[in-house]
């Protein structure tokens, strides 16, 4: 059993690659640590907003399964993270 936040990622906003680190996802941290520093820490300003939905893509690939929600229903939750994030040019389009 894991607890996975769900949306923005404030311990990200404050600590950096580090909450990754400390929920085990070696991978994660790594890839945050690599391109925060050949972007000087600006990249920090996108992970915070997508790397909790990362990191939960992972635990359901790996097997792990919903069991409760604080903020929505159960089938909210599902729908929402199976859904593929959007490219960029997709991002362009909304603006």
């Not at 640590?33 to 909790?52: D, S």
């Not at 409760?68 to 939750?77: E, K, L, N, P």
Request: proline share 5%; aromatic share 22%; net charge positive.
């Amino acid at each position: 059993m894991r607890s996975a936040p769900i949306g923005f990622s404030w311990t990200t906003l404050f600590f950096g690659p580090f909450p990754m680190l400390f929920r085990g996802a070696w991978k994660w941290f790594v890839i945050q640590f690599l391109v925060n520093l050949c972007t000087f820490g600006f990249a920090g300003l996108v992970w915070m907003f997508i790397i909790n939905r990362l990191y939960l893509n992972d635990l359901v690939k790996d097997g792990f399964q919903f069991k409760s929600t604080d903020r929505s229903t159960y089938d909210a939750v599902v729908a929402y993270y199976r859904e593929p994030m959007p490219k960029l040019q997709d991002a362009r389009a909304l603006v």
